[in-house]
């Protein structure tokens, strides 16, 4: 069984970035380069802690992102073993409540290629529960597994793992000029910009395949087999507030839910 070696990585550069993230991050780049190539055993908690002088907590939060981007698994005395490039990693979403919406905001990067207005027609009127006619925020948006909170562009090796189809209520005016600037979830976005506190979300998944437009965003064949996650955020009076429509291609995607008594 192979192991990492236990050098310690270089200095990160990305000094603004939460420590967790500047960890996972030289970690990502060491996976990249075959410093930890796959069936590697990365340091324990243990030895995190001493090697970077952290805490527990910071050691547990850098790993956690590396287990989401799926490039590492965590197994019972066994530890974590590398399991994929950054560049073949499936993103692993896990949620049992919806902080962990919140969270997956944080670790992933959203692009948004278009933001502008729609008019409802009678069928997606419907849907939402509105009247036709009713012109919403409407929304495009890419994301990303790699280096959410840059600036930049996404790297070469980072591979899209969703498009997001947004709608927001016309009460939310201005909301499209926030959406560039957000660096959270849209919902928290709207909770503390407009005062409206999300009550419930329902959550739809279904299978799908990919369309040429998706495909084409993407970088995957048409036709490919996809996974849709729809979230619709309701505020009081059972009134919806964002629409969220999601299509994850299937080899890039894990949803993992817990589910407790």
């Given amino acids: 069984m192979s192991t990492a070696p236990t050098t310690t990585p270089p200095p990160a550069v990305d000094e603004d970035a939460p420590r967790y993230m500047q960890i996972a991050r030289e970690f990502i780049r060491g996976i990249a380069d075959d410093t930890y190539p796959l ?30 981007a799926g490039l590492v698994t ?40 278009y933001i502008g207005k729609v008019t409802l027609g009678k069928a997606q009127a419907q ?8 012109e919403w925020t409407y929304a495009l948006g890419i994301r990303y597994a790699s280096d959410p909170g840059s600036t930049d562009a996404p790297p070469a090796q980072s591979r899209p793992f969703c498009i997001t189809r947004l709608f927001l209520n016309p009460q939310l005016e201005g ?28 959550q739809e998944l279904s299978g799908a395949v990919l369309d040429a437009d998706d495909a084409a965003n993407l970088g995957a064949p048409p036709g490919a087999p996809a996974l849709r996650i729809v979230r619709r ?29």
Wanted: hydrophobic residues 35%; proline residues 4%.
């Fill in 127 to 134: 849907e939402f529960g509105v009247s036709p006619g009713e």
């Fill in 175 to 202: 909301i499209g000029a926030l959406l560039r600037e957000r660096k959270t979830a849209v919902y928290a976005l709207i909770e503390r910009e407009y005062g409206l506190a999300i009550d419930r979300v329902e």
């Fill in 74 to 113: 965590r197994r019972p005395r066994i530890g974590t073993v590398v399991i994929a490039k950054p560049d073949t990693a499936r993103y692993a979403q896990e949620a049992s409540a919806l902080p962990d919406l919140l969270q997956y905001a944080r670790d992933t990067d959203m692009r948004f290629v």
């Fill in 233 to 261: 955020y309701y505020g009081k009076q059972d009134r919806l507030l964002e629409y969220a429509d999601n299509v994850h291609p299937s080899d890039r995607f894990t949803y993992r839910m817990n589910l407790r008594r």
């Fill in 39 to 68: 069936g590697a055993h990365l340091p324990t908690e243990a030895e995190l802690c001493e090697q970077f002088g952290i805490s527990r907590f910071t050691a547990r939060e850098s790993i956690r992102v590396l287990v989401s």
